[in-house]
């Protein structure tokens, strides 16, 4: 077994690569990271009526979500109680039951046991169907359309759990007087790196961006990495292993070619709405660039993408992703936005494979058994935290700084 003391120190600023490379250590994550933590399951615009519902995955274990009759959602384990089967296989939908392929057991909206073939020959009718529902996920919240779901009865409430992070999410989901909606259904890639690298970057890690995108930008743009000046204000929030954090723009002003010239227009045409739920400075202060929910839940607010990092190994990870849009902008805006991701953010998007390109290549050196042995640095901005500066809660630091929260609380160091 790993031993967990000294692999991240936060206080003195490192951290050792065996968290990227440990087989003990992985599958402690999934029990006691993917087990416990409130995990993003789905949006309220993928479940538009009753029956729809979606497969995903918290940690590697596939689960089906399902909107009830009654309009709630729920969620079970994708997997049929009879051998073992995945008892729905398509990716979404719309459904009045579940029936596994591999001998046809078949299951309710809410995972229960609900037919058994040829019962009476097979089972000689003694099988107590209740007993062999689906695992259900015991805790569920919709938090303003997002649903989280966790497996443990222990885990704070979401709430709680969300802490100070709370303002950033909100800075994006309340943006908007009704709302904001996924479009254009899920983008999914395999990338061979450990998923805490995707998941660390967006909560903590602006420093990358004027280097690993600087070619991407001049492409796009023909200018540096959307032409700010050095010394651009901007602050770094961390808190409860979750992490934000953003330049201050003098204005909402968004480089045409991320986000689409008809998007750009509509911004600054309905200014009021879109500062509206949250108000002007903060909509512009809290452009919200980076952000992850412990553990795997990010978005990038400026360029309009939700994804989930999900595991799939120790040096591998499944990237779910989504465009988001205001539920109000017309058909065109929303178009140009979904465009403007594909562009960019995507699998084949100019500045997501800048990044996927730096996770893989350092999974790679890391198969080196001296690379594994290094410490590597963790100590930018350490000691300069405040605490609730500039209106914004928790605690921050410049927008230049670093802290490892999936790392260190997959480990246990908080
Ligand atoms: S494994 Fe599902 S019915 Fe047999
Ligand atoms: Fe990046």
């Known amino acids: 077994m790993i031993d967990l003391n000294g692999l991240v120190d936060p206080e003195g600023g490192y951290n050792n690569p065996r968290i990227y490379t440990d087989p003990d250590l992985y599958e402690l994550e999934l029990d006691r990271v993917f087990g416990r933590s409130w995990l993003f399951l789905a949006h309220d615009s993928q479940l538009p009526k009753k029956g729809s519902f979606v497969q995903t995955y918290m940690g590697e274990d596939p689960v089906l979500v399902v909107r009830q009759k009654d309009g709630s959602v729920k969620a079970f384990l994708n997997q049929c109680r009879h051998r073992g089967m995945r008892i729905c296989r398509a990716d979404e939908?719309?459904?009045?039951?579940?029936?596994?392929?591999?001998?046809?057991?078949?299951?309710?909206?809410?995972?229960?046991?609900?037919?058994?073939?040829?019962?009476?020959?097979?089972?000689?009718?003694?099988?107590?169907?209740?007993?062999?529902?689906?695992?259900?996920?015991?805790?569920?919240?919709?938090?303003?359309?997002?649903?989280?779901?966790?497996?443990?009865?222990?885990?704070?409430?979401?709430?709680?759990?969300?802490?100070?992070?709370?303002?950033?999410?909100?800075?994006?989901?309340?943006?908007?007087?009704?709302?904001?909606?996924?479009?254009?259904?899920?983008?999914?890639?395999?990338?061979?790196?450990?998923?805490?690298?995707?998941?660390?970057?967006?909560?903590?890690?602006?420093?990358?961006?004027?280097?690993?995108?600087?070619?991407?930008?001049?492409?796009?743009?023909?200018?540096?990495?959307?032409?700010?000046?050095?010394?651009?204000?901007?602050?770094?929030?961390?808190?409860?292993?979750?992490?934000?954090?953003?330049?201050?723009?003098?204005?909402?002003?968004?480089?045409?070619?991320?986000?689409?010239?008809?998007?750009?227009?509509?911004?600054?045409?309905?200014?009021?709405?879109?500062?509206?739920?949250?108000?002007?400075?903060?909509?512009?202060?809290?452009?919200?660039?980076?952000?992850t929910v412990f553990p795997n839940f990010s978005w990038l607010g400026q360029f309009s993408t939700m994804r989930v990092w999900h595991p799939r190994g120790l040096g591998k990870m499944e990237v779910w992703s989504w465009t988001f849009v205001p539920k109000d902008a017309p058909a065109e805006v929303k178009a140009t936005i979904r465009r403007g991701v594909q562009r960019t953010f995507s699998p084949a998007g100019s500045f997501e494979t800048d990044d996927g390109e730096n996770w893989t290549e350092i999974q790679k050196v890391l198969r080196g058994f001296k690379a594994r042995e290094s410490r590597f640095n963790t100590q930018m901005g350490l000691g300069f935290e405040e605490r609730d500066t500039n209106g914004q809660p928790g605690q921050s630091n410049d927008v230049f700084a670093e802290r490892q929260p999936a790392a260190s609380i997959a480990i246990g160091v908080s």
């Open 93 to 291: 939908g719309v459904s009045k039951t579940f029936t596994c392929s591999y001998h046809g057991w078949a299951y309710d909206l809410e995972g229960n046991l609900v037919n058994v073939p040829t019962e009476d020959r097979a089972y000689h009718n003694e099988i107590d169907k209740k007993n062999w529902g689906a695992l259900k996920v015991p805790r569920i919240t919709n938090y303003k359309g997002f649903y989280f779901g966790t497996w443990s009865e222990e885990t704070p409430e979401f709430d709680e759990y969300l802490g100070d992070m709370a303002y950033y999410f909100d800075s994006v989901v309340d943006r908007w007087d009704n709302g904001l909606e996924f479009i254009g259904g899920t983008s999914k890639w395999v990338i061979d790196c450990n998923w805490k690298f995707a998941s660390e970057q967006f909560a903590s890690d602006f420093y990358h961006a004027p280097v690993a995108h600087a070619s991407a930008a001049i492409a796009l743009t023909d200018q540096p990495l959307v032409l700010l000046p050095p010394d651009i204000p901007g602050r770094q929030f961390a808190g409860n292993g979750h992490g934000s954090g953003s330049f201050w723009l003098p204005e909402l002003t968004l480089p045409d070619v991320h986000v689409g010239q008809k998007y750009t227009a509509w911004v600054a045409e309905n200014q009021e709405q879109v500062y509206g739920g949250i108000g002007r400075d903060r909509a512009v202060q809290v452009l919200a660039l980076h952000n």
